[in-house]
């Protein structure tokens, strides 16, 4: 595992890192699944619970761990709102920082419950990002700025980390990306987000059809799709995951929007989000396509859609109940339990 962060001044350095991502330590695996084996329980009768703590325990040294579980939280602004593809005005985004900070948001609610620690990180929100309709959202400067700033967010003494963001117009870059990616029409991957009727999501289709073809030309090359098409919190995210895998950290997604972040780096690294679980599909349309695309599979479905790392922050506590099964719960030896004779 890479533990010296080195920050990233091109997009060649993110191509190489990628091409060199460490891998799960098979042999962990293989001796948590022998424990499952041993515990007194039918063989495979915990279900998913029993893959969560293998999969865990290949990417912890000491692992399956739960302890520390840290909420990354990004928020960045759209100039793609001059559009009229919400149904809310950029400066929430700023005042739900704000909310955060103050300890009023869903996300505080259940860090404070589940005793995880949050962390907002605003990227320039005086400063949105240009209009990807008329212009690229940023320039590579303003792209590896915001994806480094994802990088240092991340705490390498975390067991796991949680992925979220806030940013009024983003379930639009979301959508724009994921059709830029994957291919298809605005129409087919743009939802309501904040609340949009049926006549704005056509809107916001159309928006998002007339960003693409401006930007035909860049769409070869996933990262260029993100610096055109994405936002700050969308590259921020991409990189605190690229920095969670190089140091062995297991990464909890949110919804549409950080799925949708986090999709380049599986386009050009088909093994990039080894280490990532989709904690939720979410109520959005085009997540669950998504999710099938890059081949995740969710564990929660709880019609929600409010981002902040709220749906992958309950799936959390699920994580929590596969390591607190497979390392607390005694074996056939110890509690002096009968195992099968089959």
């Not at 920082?97 to 962390?119: M, P, Q, R, T």
């Not at 950290?249 to 380049?264: E, Q, S």
Request: hydrophobic letters at 45%.
């Amino acid at each position: 595992m890479q533990d010296t962060l080195t920050l990233f001044n091109t997009f060649d350095e993110i191509h190489h890192a990628l091409n060199h991502l460490p891998a799960p330590d098979e042999a962990r695996i293989a001796a948590a699944r022998t424990r499952q084996e041993t515990l007194t329980k039918p063989p495979g009768s915990l279900g998913k619970l029993e893959d969560i703590a293998c999969f865990l325990a290949g990417w912890q040294a000491e692992g399956p761990r739960a302890d520390v579980i840290d909420v990354l939280i990004f928020a960045g602004n759209h100039g793609v709102t001059r559009q009229g593809i919400s149904s809310f005005p950029a400066e929430v985004t700023q005042q739900m920082v704000a909310n955060f900070e103050h300890g009023g948001a869903a996300i505080n609610a259940l860090a404070d419950a589940y005793g995880l620690s949050l962390k907002v990180t605003a990227l320039d929100l005086d400063r949105p990002t240009a209009d990807f309709t008329q212009d690229d959202a940023m320039s590579q400067g303003e792209f590896l700025a915001a994806f480094n700033t994802g990088a240092q967010a991340v705490n390498e003494k975390a067991d796991l980390i949680v992925l979220g963001e806030m940013g009024i117009g983003n379930t639009t870059a979301a959508a724009a990306i994921a059709a830029a990616t994957f291919g298809g029409t605005g129409a087919e991957w743009a939802g309501s987000g904040t609340g949009l009727d049926k006549a704005g999501v056509i809107h916001k289709g159309a928006v998002i059809d007339r960003a693409i073809q401006r930007h035909t030309a860049k769409l070869k090359d996933p990262l260029a799709i993100m610096q055109s098409l994405g936002g700050r919190e969308l590259a921020a995210i991409a990189g605190a995951t690229l920095r969670a895998r190089q140091l062995g950290i297991p990464v909890l997604l949110d919804g549409y929007i950080v799925t949708a972040a986090v999709a380049p780096l599986a386009s050009l690294a088909p093994l990039a989000l080894d280490h990532c679980i989709a904690g939720h599909v979410s109520h959005e349309q085009g997540h669950r396509r998504l999710l099938a695309a890059l081949g995740l599979d969710p564990l929660l479905d709880l019609n929600m859609r409010l981002g902040e790392g709220s749906g992958a922050a309950i799936a959390a506590m699920v994580l929590r109940g596969a390591v607190a099964s497979h390392r607390y719960m005694a074996t056939f030896t110890e509690a002096q339990v009968s195992n099968s004779t089959s």
